[in-house]
């Protein structure tokens, strides 16, 4: 699938810039986006050092236990057969704070976590696995419990009230949510019945 | 409100280092021991970064995702997007900077408390940038097959397209 969508984000980018008369610029992109991406690497690598070394203390002193302990009802319906006891379901619930607060760089490197561990229970490792899956899509569709960069920047150019989009925004990654999780579990269910038939 | 969230994360982090030494817990030996598995991880992602950001800027420099926005306007008529959030929506699933620039052009061509104003803003506080997650979580530990990921995530995306165009009206 991404091997597709790849293929044809480049190559409608060039056909359009044919059209479009753009191939300067776009010769210029293709050049400049490595070091863009060597940039990005190295910003994201700084606030994964930072919430790997902080996760490292909750984790011994056992804050994560509390914060799973809490979390683990609403866990419990996306990823039924997940022992939320186990290592896996903490950094899930890890992560899901964080996008809950609106800490978008918190919850990067804290799902990075939680993937190491989910790949260390998959069977097969080139293949995502059901949990897998629902995770990145329940990453995908992010529910923010508060807004904080959206907020900001409403603020900045003016908003009367910057907060008061939150309600909206709520129904509407909750609708997100719903959906894109429920087209992930039927789409598992229907594959795994292909794969018994053969 | 506006400075109750400031506090969210000094006081996370506060908290993180105080009930660790609470529980008579080496702090700083085990923050470096949690940031060097950082490290490692960091330093993997960098081939699946070059993929990602190479796709997505020439996505946006040649023109692609205009010629894209251009299509789906009939889409966006039918519901209920406004024409003027289009190319936020297009953009957002795909390039989180180019998501935040475009969302800021939008607050300022037509002010936040407009109704085009609104829908953007819903649209960036409910949605994260799908590829980026995909490309990122999976190239880290090494998945090449991502079943169906991408149909899904991108389907919760229209959800919160056609949601947030919804909410914004009648909310």
Same mark, same amino acid.
């Given at each position: 699938?991404?091997?597709?969508?790849?293929? %044809?984000?480049?190559?409608?980018?060039?056909?359009?810039?044919?059209?479009?008369?753009?191939?300067?610029?776009?010769?210029?992109?293709?050049?400049?986006?490595?070091?863009?991406?060597?940039? =990005?690497?190295?910003?994201?690598?700084?606030?994964?050092?930072?919430?790997?070394?902080?996760?490292?203390?909750?984790?011994?002193?056992?804050?994560?236990?509390?914060?799973?302990?809490?979390?683990?009802?609403?866990?419990?319906?996306? %990823?039924?057969?997940?022992?939320?006891?186990?290592?896996? +379901?903490? +950094?899930?619930?890890?992560?899901?704070?964080?996008?809950? =607060?609106?800490?978008?760089?918190?919850?990067?490197?804290?799902?990075?976590?939680?993937?190491?561990? =989910?790949?260390?229970?998959?069977?097969?490792?080139?293949?995502?696995? +059901?949990?897998?899956?629902? %995770?990145?899509?329940?990453?995908?569709?992010?529910?923010? =419990?508060?807004?904080?960069?959206?907020?900001?920047?409403?603020?900045?150019?003016?908003?009367?009230?910057? %907060?008061?989009?939150?309600?909206?925004?709520?129904?509407?990654?909750?609708?997100?949510?719903?959906?894109?999780?429920?087209?992930?579990?039927?789409?598992?269910?229907?594959?795994?019945?292909?794969?018994?038939?053969? | 409100?506006?400075?109750?969230?400031?506090?969210?994360?000094?006081?996370?982090?506060?908290? /993180?280092?105080?009930?660790?030494?609470?529980?008579?817990?080496?702090?700083?030996?085990?923050?470096?021991?949690?940031?060097?598995? &950082?490290?490692?991880?960091?330093? &993997?992602?960098?081939?699946?970064?070059?993929?990602?950001?190479?796709?997505?800027?020439?996505?946006?420099?040649?023109?692609?995702?205009?010629? /894209?926005?251009?299509?789906?306007?009939?889409?966006?008529? /039918? $519901?209920? /997007?406004?024409?003027?959030?289009?190319?936020?929506?297009?953009? $957002?699933?795909?390039?989180?900077?180019?998501?935040?620039?475009?969302?800021?052009?939008?607050?300022?061509?037509? &002010?936040?408390?407009?109704?085009?104003?609104?829908?953007?803003?819903?649209?960036?506080?409910?949605?994260?940038?799908?590829?980026?997650?995909?490309?990122?979580?999976?190239?880290?530990?090494?998945?090449?097959?991502?079943?169906?990921?991408?149909?899904?995530?991108?389907?919760?995306?229209?959800?919160?397209?056609?949601?947030?165009?919804?909410?914004?009206?009648?909310?």
């Amino acid at each position: 699938m991404i091997n597709y969508i790849w293929s %044809f984000m480049v190559v409608f980018s060039v056909i359009s810039a044919i059209f479009g008369g753009n191939m300067q610029v776009l010769s210029n992109a293709i050049i400049s986006s490595a070091s863009d991406a060597v940039n =990005l690497c190295i910003r994201l690598g700084g606030t994964i050092c930072l919430w790997g070394g902080l996760m490292e203390i909750a984790e011994e002193s056992g804050l994560t236990d509390a914060v799973c302990r809490i979390l683990s009802p609403l866990l419990k319906i996306v %990823f039924p057969k997940m022992d939320m006891k186990g290592k896996t +379901a903490k +950094a899930i619930s890890m992560n899901v704070t964080a996008n809950m =607060l609106g800490l978008g760089n918190a919850a990067t490197p804290l799902g990075l976590e939680a993937m190491r561990r =989910l790949q260390g229970e998959n069977g097969k490792k080139e293949k995502a696995s +059901a949990d897998m899956i629902k %995770f990145v899509v329940m990453n995908s569709a992010a529910f923010h =419990l508060i807004p904080t960069t959206v907020a900001a920047l409403r603020r900045d150019y003016g908003s009367e009230n910057p %907060f008061d989009i939150m309600p909206a925004s709520w129904i509407s990654s909750a609708a997100a949510l719903t959906v894109g999780l429920t087209a992930a579990i039927i789409m598992i269910k229907i594959s795994e019945g292909i794969s018994c038939r053969k | 409100m506006q400075k109750i969230t400031a506090f969210i994360l000094p006081i996370i982090t506060a908290v /993180i280092i105080i009930f660790g030494l609470f529980k008579r817990i080496k702090v700083f030996d085990c923050f470096l021991c949690g940031a060097k598995k &950082g490290f490692h991880s960091a330093v &993997g992602l960098l081939p699946a970064l070059v993929g990602l950001v190479l796709g997505v800027t020439m996505l946006r420099e040649s023109g692609a995702l205009s010629v /894209i926005t251009k299509m789906l306007e009939p889409l966006a008529e /039918i $519901s209920g /997007i406004p024409v003027d959030v289009l190319p936020l929506a297009v953009i $957002s699933p795909v390039s989180g900077s180019g998501s935040l620039t475009m969302f800021e052009q939008i607050l300022r061509d037509f &002010g936040p408390d407009s109704i085009q104003g609104r829908v953007a803003s819903i649209i960036m506080g409910s949605t994260e940038t799908t590829f980026f997650a995909v490309t990122v979580y999976y190239g880290s530990v090494g998945i090449r097959k991502s079943g169906c990921t991408v149909p899904a995530a991108l389907l919760a995306d229209m959800t919160s397209f056609v949601m947030s165009a919804f909410c914004a009206r009648f909310l």
